[in-house]
């Protein structure tokens, strides 16, 4: 066979798998676009659902509740993981350091449903009550090893030389770890942080056992609240076709969320490269 | 007569058990030039990075003897290495500024993490260390653009005005033009022969052009040692050791 027929034959054989990943990819989102689009309406955003039999309401509970538990996740989480990731780069070899980084990496493979299953344990049964705040614990367990093993490869990627520039102005090791180094992280940090805000919005099983879920507004955080992903998954497998067509609408907004925080994480990427 | 401001007395440094420095000795003059010289990996850089204690910060790096700076020796154990470090600026190899911070920011970090508060103050250091780095005519109208859209010399030149902006009394370049183009590196040249003024100035160099250029005094550093080290024009005209003269005849090195 000749040189140039096999590099045709290669070059096919690459065509054809970016198309049939992109195909996978293009067809979900223009399904649940073209379903979620035609199911959705402004009550969809302002109204509680609807008592069963009932048409029409909405999910606003639920995306609230979905900001909310992530929003608590993050205030643990992201200052959590950050000062973890400093950590495991500042003390690179020292022992400590190692297993808490092994330990992170075994945390990040950690089926979900477990984690939910876990906090349920921790905080729900002695609490004897499914709340928002256990929904939060649990995704910030999530996150946690996600975004703390990101900064640590961040900090990592600045040079030495950026560090020594920062030590030969005077200034105090701890201010140009904070000021210097972090700041210089910064964008790949903050993907991090964003790449594991869209992971947990669309996480359902730690939430099963947590927040659990509630068809009205929770009052406190340690109400049992809605979430985007567990109404989605209650619209979708209920025997109601209105429930089905707002199970699209929720799917919709989720992905739009999703997509948003991927793109703005992308563009920071680009924005310093 | 000229004035000492660093005197050396048996300096030596280690990379874990590896020696780099053997009992080095020597004064260096105030406000004057002085090139270090020497083949790679002769411990010139690490020599430089004693004087601002830098050397320690590697993990394993050592330091024996004494650096007397104005009379006070830096490694006794009430100097703090901070207030040192203020007071001997450096500029690096590669030019490193800081990629997320503007232009005014890089100049300004180094006061404003070290307390230093008044704004107006602050503008009137920051646009002094830019001209005193040759830099601000160039950039003062994008002081609010990234420090990274310089181009490589105007880059060492705002690192220049960064370590300036401290008002230091020494100033180390270690080998600040080896990234650079010969235009980059005349302007920085003439720099350094300004700084001399206001500065003790010592620059680390493998380009003996550029130590007879600038330098007013050159040390000679072979294998950790110090060869030979005097007056930059005899040094090269009229070496004393045999190495020395060696090395400039390109013997090795």
């Known amino acids: 066979m000749n040189r140039k027929l096999k590099d045709k034959i290669f070059q096919f054989f690459i065509y054809l798998s970016v198309s049939i990943v992109s195909f996978v990819l293009l067809f979900i989102t223009g399904y649940v676009l073209y379903k979620g689009f035609s199911s959705i309406n402004l009550d969809f955003f302002i ?22 538990i992530v929003g608590i996740a993050s205030l643990f989480s992201i200052p959590l993981s950050i000062l973890t990731g400093v950590y495991l780069s500042e003390y690179k070899n020292e022992k400590f350091a190692n297993i808490v980084r092994s330990s992170l990496e075994i945390l990040s493979a950690v089926p979900s449903i477990i984690i939910g299953v876990f906090v349920y344990g921790l905080v729900v049964y002695p609490m004897k009550r499914f709340s928002l705040l256990a929904g939060s614990i649990a995704l910030s367990i999530i996150m946690i090893p996600l975004i703390a093993r990101t900064t640590e490869e961040m900090v990592n990627m600045v040079p030495t030389t950026i560090k020594e520039a920062g030590l030969s102005l005077g200034i105090k090791n701890w201010k140009v770890i904070f000021y210097i180094i972090l700041n210089t992280a910064k964008p790949g940090v903050l993907t991090g942080v964003l790449l594991s805000l869209a992971r947990v919005f669309g996480e359902t099983a730690p939430l099963l056992f947590t927040s659990f879920g509630n068809r009205f507004w929770h009052r406190s955080i340690l109400d049992p609240a809605a979430a985007l992903p567990l109404q989605i998954f209650v619209y979708a497998i209920a025997p109601y076709d209105d429930w089905n067509r707002q199970a699209w609408a929720g799917a919709f907004i989720l992905i739009i969320i999703v997509y948003i925080l991927i793109i703005v994480s992308r563009r920071l990427v680009l924005k310093y490269k | 007569m000229e004035k000492v401001k660093i005197k050396i007395e048996n300096l030596s440094a280690w990379y874990g058990e590896h020696q780099v420095l053997k009992n080095v000795s020597f004064d260096i003059y105030e406000n004057k030039v002085t090139a270090i010289i020497g083949p790679s990996g002769c411990g010139k850089s690490t020599f430089i990075r004693c004087i601002n204690r830098l050397h320690e910060v590697i993990p394993q790096a050592k330091v024996a003897g004494k650096i007397y700076i104005d009379n006070k020796n830096i490694y006794d154990p009430d100097v703090d290495p901070m207030e040192i470090r203020k007071k001997v600026g450096m500029v690096f190899q590669q030019p490193n500024p800081f990629p997320t911070m503007t232009i005014y920011e890089n100049v300004i970090i180094g006061l404003k993490l070290n307390g230093f ?137």
């Open chain 2, 117 to 253: 508060k008044d704004k107006n103050k602050l503008n009137e250091i920051a646009i002094q260390a830019l001209n005193e780095a040759g830099l601000y005519e160039e950039v003062k109208n994008k002081l609010d653009s990234l420090a990274t859209k310089l181009s490589g010399g105007q880059q060492q030149r705002l690192c220049i005005a960064r370590a300036l902006a401290l008002r230091p009394e020494i100033i180390l370049f270690d080998e600040p033009c080896s990234a650079l183009d010969p235009i980059s590196t005349a302007k920085i040249e003439d720099t350094i022969i300004k700084l001399k003024q206001n500065h003790t100035v010592i620059i680390v160099t493998h380009n003996l052009q550029q130590a007879a250029r600038v330098a007013d005094y050159t040390a000679f550093l072979f294998l950790g040692e110090l060869i030979e080290y005097g007056p930059t024009n005899s040094l090269f005209t009229a070496p004393k050791m045999k190495k020395t003269e060696e090395y400039i005849r390109g013997v090795f090195g």
């Open chain 1, 47 to 68: 109204r509680l659902p609807k008592p069963v039999g009932e048409e029409g309401g909405g999910m606003v509970n639920a995306i609230v509740g979905s900001f909310m």
